[in-house]
């Protein structure tokens, strides 16, 4: 059972384009949130939605548009691809509000910008 | 808003020893402090957490302790393993906030 997806796994994509992440989980979870790691491993918040609901908005250029359908779903959308958007972008939800319970991760979308 | 500083950025050890890394953080409002690793080409996974209620907790050969007054959490490995290698990331948060990630450890156990 997979309780944490995203598709695609690997994107590689030129400088300009548009592109988008998708995720699900099943474990029923009320928030779920993106995520940005960097060549340097650095782990760092970009979103999060409860209840469909955006509660948490990181400086992040507005190039980056989250998207979620119901609670079980958030996508991403960036725009105008750059070189600095390169990197892995996990998805991960938890039960309770941020800062509060155990986060879990999806697999990763390894975004490549040529 | 919140900062976690995690020390050291990379550990090596012997199979059998044991691993200290530490975080300090900075807001006083925190109360949930959860430790994850991260296999290399995998996704991280939580390994233990603890609430600022409890001063340590344990489980199995991974223990995290918590200082409050200090602001500092530490998580201790014991008679490490290969299998033990990864990286390891201290959190912070707490209620509303985001969970703020220190910028790692890179655990490698030799065996």
């Known amino acids: 059972d997979t309780a944490v997806s995203q598709t695609p796994k690997y994107l590689v994509t030129q400088m300009g384009n548009d592109k988008s992440i998708k995720c699900e989980q099943n474990?029923?979870?009320?928030?779920m949130y993106w995520y940005k790691q960097d060549s340097k491993k650095f782990l760092k918040i970009m979103f999060s939605y409860n209840n469909k609901e955006l509660i948490i908005n990181e400086t992040v250029p507005n190039r980056f548009s989250p998207k979620s359908p119901d609670k079980a779903h958030l996508n991403l959308h960036i725009n105008s691809l750059e070189l600095g958007d390169s990197a892995v972008y996990f998805c991960?939800?938890?039960?309770?509000?941020?800062?509060?319970?155990?986060?879990?991760f999806g697999p990763g979308t390894r975004l490549t910008v040529l | 808003g919140e900062n976690v500083e995690q020390h050291p950025s990379t550990l090596s050890v012997q199979e059998g020893d044991s691993a200290v890394i530490k975080c300090t953080y900075s807001d006083s409002a925190s109360n949930y402090f959860p430790w994850y690793k991260q296999e290399l080409g995998k996704r991280p996974q939580l390994i233990i957490d603890i609430r600022s209620n409890v001063g340590e907790k344990k489980d199995q050969r991974i223990a995290v302790t918590l200082n409050k007054t200090a602001k500092h959490f530490s998580l201790h490995i014991t008679e490490t393993q290969p299998e033990d290698s990864a990286v390891y990331f201290c959190a912070g948060g707490g209620a509303g906030t985001a969970l703020i990630f220190g910028k790692g450890t890179t655990l490698s156990v030799s065996s």
């Open positions: 991960a939800s938890s039960q309770d509000p941020p800062g509060l319970d155990t986060q879990y």
């Open positions: 474990l029923g979870h009320d928030t």
